[in-house]
């Protein structure tokens, strides 16, 4: 699983969700039921992950000829799909850098189509999560720092965030999600108003089988927590990016502790998160310095749900 997980870009859960609901692959299994795929399956997946990338729904092309699916996808022969490719696809940091270069042009002309054509080339060729690792995050990074040195202005900045949001919000359309998928609620606290990597959080746990509700910028710890109280959430998500110096922000996540549940599991990321630890400490509060650590995390909440709280 997890080579077919790193070639074709989809995570474990869709893989066995479209195996199991849509019957698009049906790999073998072994002695100890480990689920065994052909080179040929792993191309099928691959297609069927770029197809729906394009905006078609999963239940209408899981059993689509291999011939239909390349047609849809946009590739001409099955070559271009071997594993082998696939793999130096997902992984070239050549590819990604040049992704980056050119988002950041559209937006400097704020090109909103110029910036969906660079997402969706950069998911079809680096798979969902190198699109998140590869390009959306570095984005994130290099458009802070952009903004923060005076050279990008906060139009651009907020122009940017909506076109990935949108992006985003499409891209995880196709992800069929159980009813007992667990919940994240992701928001940005009270004078937080950077909002990219609120939403290059929630992308990301979609994609990794959570059910999200993102709230978006700068809420009252009140109103976080009621969003996770009527939405059942087993944990939350705080995108802390600048400032980094505000006064106010401890006593607001101070609030934050009093209101939530006990059982609810908190992480905190971006770039300021380091100014605030000791307050994020006082939470209960997990930081998460990139994808990987929000991965894990997500990972630890959703095996030991007795014990979330004390993950946090």
Same mark, same amino acid.
């Given at each position: 699983?997890?080579?077919?997980?790193?070639?074709?870009?989809?995570?474990?859960?869709?893989?066995?969700?479209?195996?199991?609901?849509?019957?698009?692959?049906?790999?073998? %299994?072994?002695?100890?039921?480990? %689920?065994?795929?052909?080179?040929?399956?792993?191309?099928?997946?691959?297609?069927?992950?770029?197809?729906?990338?394009?905006?078609?729904?999963?239940?209408?092309?899981?059993? +689509?000829?291999?011939?239909?699916?390349?047609?849809?996808?946009?590739?001409?022969?099955?070559?271009?799909?071997?594993? /082998?490719?696939?793999?130096?696809?997902?992984?070239?940091?050549?590819?990604?850098?040049?992704?980056?270069?050119?988002?950041?042009?559209?937006?400097?002309?704020?090109?909103?189509?110029?910036?969906?054509?660079?997402?969706?080339?950069?998911?079809?060729?680096? /798979?969902?999560?190198?699109?998140?690792?590869?390009?959306?995050? &570095?984005?994130?990074?290099?458009?802070?720092?952009?903004?923060? $040195?005076?050279?990008?202005?906060?139009?651009?900045?907020?122009?940017?965030?909506?076109?990935?949001?949108?992006?985003?919000?499409?891209?995880?359309?196709?992800?069929?999600?159980?009813?007992?998928?667990?919940?994240?609620?992701?928001?940005? &606290?009270?004078?937080?108003?950077?909002?990219?990597?609120?939403?290059?959080?929630?992308?990301?746990?979609?994609?990794?089988?959570?059910?999200?509700?993102?709230?978006?910028?700068?809420?009252?710890?009140?109103?976080?927590?009621?969003?996770?109280?009527?939405?059942?959430?087993?944990?939350?998500?705080?995108?802390?990016?600048? &400032?980094? $110096?505000?006064?106010?922000?401890?006593?607001?996540?101070?609030?934050?502790?009093?209101?939530? &549940?006990? $059982?609810?599991?908190?992480?905190?990321?971006?770039?300021?998160?380091?100014?605030?630890?000791?307050?994020?400490?006082?939470?209960?509060?997990?930081?998460?310095?990139?994808? %990987?650590?929000?991965?894990?995390? +997500?990972?630890?909440?959703?095996?030991?749900?007795?014990?979330?709280? $004390?993950?946090?």
């Amino acid at each position: 699983m997890k080579s077919v997980v790193q070639r074709t870009g989809l995570s474990p859960h869709v893989i066995r969700v479209w195996e199991k609901r849509y019957g698009a692959v049906e790999p073998r %299994r072994t002695a100890s039921n480990r %689920r065994l795929y052909t080179d040929a399956e792993v191309r099928r997946l691959a297609l069927l992950h770029a197809v729906t990338r394009a905006g078609h729904s999963i239940g209408t092309i899981a059993r +689509l000829p291999d011939e239909q699916l390349r047609a849809l996808a946009g590739w001409s022969d099955e070559a271009s799909l071997s594993p /082998g490719t696939l793999n130096h696809r997902e992984f070239s940091s050549e590819h990604s850098g040049d992704f980056l270069l050119t988002a950041l042009a559209t937006i400097r002309r704020m090109d909103a189509r110029g910036l969906e054509s660079v997402l969706m080339r950069a998911s079809l060729e680096l /798979g969902s999560q190198g699109l998140l690792q590869k390009v959306v995050a &570095p984005l994130a990074s290099r458009l802070g720092d952009l903004w923060q $040195d005076g050279e990008l202005t906060a139009a651009e900045e907020h122009f940017a965030s909506g076109v990935v949001r949108g992006f985003l919000a499409h891209l995880a359309r196709p992800f069929a999600l159980p009813e007992n998928a667990p919940g994240l609620v992701v928001a940005t &606290p009270v004078g937080q108003l950077h909002e990219l990597g609120a939403v290059l959080v929630s992308a990301a746990a979609s994609s990794h089988g959570w059910r999200v509700t993102y709230l978006g910028t700068s809420l009252p710890a009140v109103e976080i927590a009621g969003a996770v109280l009527r939405t059942g959430a087993r944990a939350l998500a705080l995108s802390i990016v600048y &400032p980094a $110096d505000d006064p106010n922000l401890p006593a607001e996540l101070a609030a934050l502790k009093r209101h939530l &549940p006990a $059982d609810v599991a908190v992480v905190a990321g971006g770039r300021a998160v380091v100014a605030y630890a000791s307050a994020l400490a006082s939470i209960g509060a997990e930081v998460a310095e990139d994808l %990987r650590d929000l991965y894990s995390f +997500l990972d630890r909440v959703r095996r030991s749900p007795a014990q979330a709280a $004390d993950v946090r």
